[in-house]
């Protein structure tokens, strides 16, 4: 069963990728998605012209939304099974443990301070060294061994320090206009993204992905400890720093052009593990593709349930996953315990 995962995942992926590119204020058919796609052109005029404009439909305005959303989703996910790895944790996830709103605070003080007018790549770079910071920080944490609550705790201090920073960058802010910016951009949205978002982003996306899908073979023989692995070649210090890495540059990159988007590096790997055996080496790829589907499975949603006003995706991700995380802290507080 597990080797038919992926490609289960993959035709999921690409139903709801059909999908997601039919909805809107016009709606499609797939026949028509898949035909403006091609960009096949019928033999009559009427139907020439109705073809070009379902053309401008789906490449203009859906395209880049949907394609961002399989790129975030991936990282997100990708960087939750990482990190559940690394620290042998399955209630690790970039935004339960603060790397998102660390990720948040970089990019809101270099919109903040205009930093990122000076040069576009400002913004990423101010991001990714946030969460890079954020990820460091809580592996320094966890090599000391206090166990699941202590690192809990720890995130939750940490994105609480975060999001306070943040608070005062907002009431700090020199303009109300500049303050709603920011507020919805901390929301998290895919709506009015355009391919130059995905220029933007896609360069550390794809880096961040190779380094983390790199890692499996090392992670499945920390599996059995530290010391056993070490025994069995792993480099660990390099492994950390290249998780380290990898997780700064996938959701830096994310939270850089959506803003902060939660729970999808918690639910993903959770609900995939058992299919790939508990192998964390299959379940890197396996949760790539889970978090494009999830998170774009998320924007279908809100965008058939929105009204006038467009619901935003982070928060309809963390309505979606706080539920899933009580359940899952309550399936864990045996271990918590100890």
């Known amino acids: 069963m597990n080797r038919l ?21 016009v709606s499609l058919a797939p026949g028509e998605v898949l035909r403006a796609l091609l960009q096949w052109q019928p033999a009559s005029d009427d139907l020439r012209e109705l073809a070009v404009q379902h053309w401008v439909i789906v490449h203009e305005i859906r395209l880049p939304r949907v394609l961002l959303a399989i790129l975030v989703g991936m990282s997100l996910g990708t ?28 990019a809101v003080l270099c919109l903040y301070y205009g ?14 060294g946030g969460a890079a910071l954020a990820t460091l920080l ?47 951009w901390l ?41 056993e692995a070490g025994s069995l070649g792993v480099n660990l210090a390099r492994l950390r720093l290249q998780i380290i890495l990898g997780t700064a540059l996938c959701v830096g990159a994310s939270v850089a052009v959506t803003g902060a988007i939660g ?7 959770h609900l995939l593990r058992r299919w790939v055996d508990y192998h964390p080496s299959r379940l890197l790829l396996s949760s790539a593709l889970g978090g494009a589907i999830l998170l774009l499975a998320a924007d279908i949603l ?13 928060v309809v991700t963390a309505l979606l996953g706080a539920p899933f995380f009580l359940l899952l802290v309550l399936r864990q507080r045996g271990s918590l315990a100890r």
Do not use: K
Not at 302 to 314: D, I, K, W, Y
């Open 79 to 106: 960087a939750g099974a990482a990190l559940q790895g690394l620290l042998r944790n399955p209630l690790a996830e970039p935004g339960l443990l603060g790397v998102s709103s660390s990720a948040s605070l970089g």
């Open 138 to 184: 809580l592996y320094v944490i966890a090599r000391r061994r206090g166990g699941n609550l202590t690192l809990i705790l720890a995130g939750v201090a940490l994105s609480a320090l975060a999001a306070a920073l943040t608070s005062l960058a907002l009431n700090l802010a020199p303009t109300p206009t500049d303050m709603q910016d920011i507020v919805l």
């Open 263 to 269: 729970f999808i590096g918690l639910v993903v790997p």
């Open 302 to 314: 809100l965008r058939l349930v929105s009204g006038e006003q467009e619901l935003m995706l982070g």
């Open 5 to 25: 995962v992926n490609p289960v995942l993959l035709l999921a992926l690409a139903v709801l990728f059909l999908l997601s590119l039919g909805i809107g204020s």
């Open 115 to 128: 930093y990122a007018s000076l040069s576009h790549w400002l913004l990423p770079g101010a991001a990714m």
């Open 187 to 227: 929301m998290g949205s895919l709506s009015d993204r355009s391919f130059a978002d995905i220029h933007l982003s896609l360069p550390f996306i794809l880096a961040g992905l190779a380094l983390l899908l790199a890692c499996g073979r090392q992670l499945d023989a920390l599996t059995l400890g530290e010391d």
